[in-house]
């Protein structure tokens, strides 16, 4: 049924539970993956700004590329122990599920896998969680997975 699964993932321990759900319909499917790391946009304000705020702000931004491959590094090291055909891209979000809908436009996903802590619907607007955005945007099956025991507890 599915033949291109896009996980979304991040640095969050809840999102381990995506990634194993992904990998094993991706084995049960025959499918391939597609791993998408999300970073925050940082904006940046338009008044005087100082070389200090400049250089802080671009090694947040250094900081995290390097904890999104990171967090890349280990999916695509749990997807080849499982056998699984990935793909990965990093793309920098900028506020709403949009980007991450065109992404799985321009893949040919058939589905998008992500996972949400347990919050309720209102928390999850709120705190502008990407899971509603998805679920109204997507043209293809959005599913959510909530964390485990296993999946919600932090990595070694």
Request: with cysteine.
């Given at each position: 049924m599915f033949k291109k699964i896009l996980v979304v993932i991040d640095e969050m321990?809840?999102?381990q539970a995506a990634i194993q759900l992904a990998h094993t319909l991706a084995v049960v499917h025959a499918a391939d993956v597609v791993h998408l790391a999300l970073m925050p946009s940082f904006a940046s304000a338009l008044t005087d700004a100082?070389?200090?705020?400049?250089?802080?702000?671009?090694?947040i931004h250094t900081a995290a590329t390097t904890q999104a491959r990171e967090t890349l590094d280990r999916a695509m090291a749990d997807a080849e122990r499982a056998g699984v055909m990935v793909r990965a891209a990093l793309i920098q979000l900028d506020g709403d599920?949009?980007?991450v809908v065109e992404v799985a436009r321009q893949r040919r996903c058939d589905v998008i896998v992500v996972a949400t802590e347990n919050q309720n619907a209102v928390v999850r607007l709120l705190s502008r969680n990407l899971v509603p955005g998805l679920i109204t945007a997507s043209p293809v099956p959005v599913l959510v997975c909530k964390p485990t025991d296993q999946a919600s507890a932090p990595t070694p």
């Amino acid at each position: 049924m599915f033949k291109k699964i896009l996980v979304v993932i991040d640095e969050m321990p809840v999102s381990q539970a995506a990634i194993q759900l992904a990998h094993t319909l991706a084995v049960v499917h025959a499918a391939d993956v597609v791993h998408l790391a999300l970073m925050p946009s940082f904006a940046s304000a338009l008044t005087d700004a100082t070389s200090y705020s400049i250089t802080v702000a671009d090694d947040i931004h250094t900081a995290a590329t390097t904890q999104a491959r990171e967090t890349l590094d280990r999916a695509m090291a749990d997807a080849e122990r499982a056998g699984v055909m990935v793909r990965a891209a990093l793309i920098q979000l900028d506020g709403d599920a949009h980007t991450v809908v065109e992404v799985a436009r321009q893949r040919r996903c058939d589905v998008i896998v992500v996972a949400t802590e347990n919050q309720n619907a209102v928390v999850r607007l709120l705190s502008r969680n990407l899971v509603p955005g998805l679920i109204t945007a997507s043209p293809v099956p959005v599913l959510v997975c909530k964390p485990t025991d296993q999946a919600s507890a932090p990595t070694p």
